[in-house]
């Protein structure tokens, strides 16, 4: 039970990956505060992870780019569970892909500011509190696109999830000598809502081909990951980018 008596927030935790992995650092006894912007959705999940009764979940309304609705969500975790010990940064926007010239200022800004502006302010929020506590495991994810560019999303979502690595780099460097550990994850595309809705026979061939393991991954193959990174199995990991992309991206 990697995270007993451990609080952890997971943002987008309705769904997807993030909904994964909320499960999963709830299975490892996690006192979960799982956020995001469609509440009833959510509160299913967070009904479903306290019947299996072993961490414990709070749901949360917030949308990822509102200061205020974030700020709120780190305050209800410290008022029931006293500190905040990581934070899963998963909840994020996108839109079906158009090329540059095609992309509208009003979907750029959209995207930029789901995707990234959502993680500084997240991690705004909750860094006075692992900085009073002297720890801290910030968890940022990030994309392929990040490392490649955008296979199914456009130019906005690359440019975005690009952010977040330098982002991530930067706040394990400012505050590492305080004891707060700062990481991406990069998955590649997998299985889930987000894929079908934008993915067609022939876009699905194509991702398999590209990918040494010849599959398509899903969330519970990205999940564990991103509990490693979360946890104190990770005690000296901070900085990093880490590929889960099944050698599909290597340098």
Known sequence: MRFKDKTVIVTGAARGLAETTARLLAAEGANLVAADINLARLNDVVGSINQAGAGKATAVEVDVTS?????????????????????????????????????SEEEWERIIDSNLKSIFLCCQAVLPVMLDQRYGRIVNISSLAARTYSHFLGAHYAAAKAGVLGLTRHIAHEYGPRGICANAVCPTAFYGERLSEIMTPEKEQALINAIPLRRIPTAEDIAPAIAFLASDDAVFVSGVSLDVNGAQVTS
């Open 67 to 103: 200061k205020s609705m974030i700020q709120n969500m780190v305050d209800v975790a410290v008022r029931k569970h006293g500190r905040v010990d990581a934070i899963v940064n998963i909840g994020a926007g996108y839109a079906p892909y158009r090329g540059l010239v095609e992309t």
